[in-house]
């Protein structure tokens, strides 16, 4: 009988083995876990396509990859937000301390900040001149750096519109200090994919998510120029323009300019620093677009007006920030001369130049 049992158990203990062999082939087949990290509560996973999520983020000596993560959105909570780094460490010729380097992509879910520094902020971040529109009737932009989505009215909270955002940052430390290096997250496609992947999920946990998931089955048309040096007119929209001043570091950002959507973004570059926003124009024509900028203050001296253009409610936006910001004069007549060309350009009725 020990005998009889002892080969019964042995058969099981077989039996057992080859499934969690089987298992574990067919885990690694599907790329499920546990053989991938997945990242921001579980809407990527590496190697998901995007290059910062493939082998090639890691090629540098002593790289690793890491996530943290919030609790993710809810009912109650329509909030979170979501990390994925990437550390790397290599040797200095120059130094005998190593070379450390840090690009990480942030996401953030859930509604617009209220006040109006905020939303500016948020504005230059995301209406930024180097993204793109998203097709197949998505409201956002994307780009290889950043991208933004606004949620269905579904997920609206007190009135002002969800959205979801990601943006990349980049730095390197050694003996020199510590420096900015912008990089590329991966290619719009991917970028658009991972923008998409974390608003479905997000949407699922906050119960606010459309039947069908987003999606994008149109090919992205890329409509941002390379950025250039700031100057007259600016933006290249007659009668928007400063005085800079000698040895200025300002470059413009021209990006869509189609009936519905116009931007540009004006940054001060400082080499080792991030950029800094120097000034902004928006005008949009897309309902989910426009109400991004609904609770700011409006009028020429704000930098907000409205006009209904083609039957479409329309939104000017033009915000200067920093050193361009203390000559009021120009920014106020500037703001006048884009609403009024940009209104001329779309046919609406808003009067004429300053």
């Not at 300002?250 to 116009?262: H, N, S």
């Not at 020429?300 to 000017?316: E, P, S």
Request: net charge negative; glycine share 14%.
């Amino acid at each position: 009988m020990a005998d009889g049992a002892g080969k019964r158990l042995g058969v099981v203990g077989g039996l057992l083995a080859g499934v969690v062999l089987a298992t574990g082939i067919g885990l690694y087949a599907t790329d499920s876990p546990p053989f991938r990290d997945s990242y921001c509560w579980g809407a990527w996973q590496e190697n998901g396509g995007a290059r910062f999520l493939g082998e090639e983020a890691l090629g540098k000596s002593g790289s690793g990859r890491k996530g943290t993560e919030s609790a993710p959105p809810s009912a109650d909570r329509p909030h979170g937000s979501c990390t994925v780094a990437v550390s790397s460490i290599v040797e200095d010729d120059d130094s005998d301390e190593p070379l450390t380097f840090d690009e990480r992509v942030v996401v953030g879910y859930g509604p617009l900040p209220a006040a109006a520094r905020e939303r500016h902020a948020w504005m230059a971040q995301n209406f930024h001149g180097s993204a793109s529109p998203l097709p197949d009737g998505l409201d956002g932009l994307v780009a290889g750096d950043r991208a933004m989505l606004v949620l269905p009215e579904a997920c609206d909270v007190d009135g002002r519109p969800s959205v979801v955002t990601i943006h990349s940052e980049g730095w390197g430390d050694g003996h020199l200090g510590k420096l900015a290096m912008p990089f590329t997250i991966g290619a719009y496609s991917d970028v658009t994919r991972m923008l998409l992947d974390v608003a479905n999920t997000g949407m699922a946990h906050a119960g606010c998510a459309p039947d069908e998931p987003l999606h994008t089955t149109s090919p992205l048309v890329t409509v941002a120029e390379e950025s250039d040096s700031a100057g007259r007119p600016l933006c290249r929209i007659p009668g928007v323009g400063f005085h800079f001043g000698p040895g200025a570091q300002y470059e413009q950002q021209v990006g869509a300019v189609t009936p519905r959507l116009q931007t540009c973004s004006v940054m001060w570059k400082s080499r080792g620093e991030p950029d800094e926003p120097a000034a902004q124009y928006v005008m949009t024509g897309e309902p989910r677009m426009t109400a991004l900028f609904g609770g700011l203050p409006e009028g020429t001296g704000q930098g907000l007006a409205h006009a209904t253009c083609d039957g479409r409610r329309t939104v000017f936006y033009g915000h200067v920030h920093g050193g361009l910001a203390a000559d009021k004069a120009a920014a106020e007549r500037s703001f006048k001369n884009f609403v009024a060309s940009v209104g001329n350009r779309i046919g609406c009725e808003t009067g004429g130049q300053a």
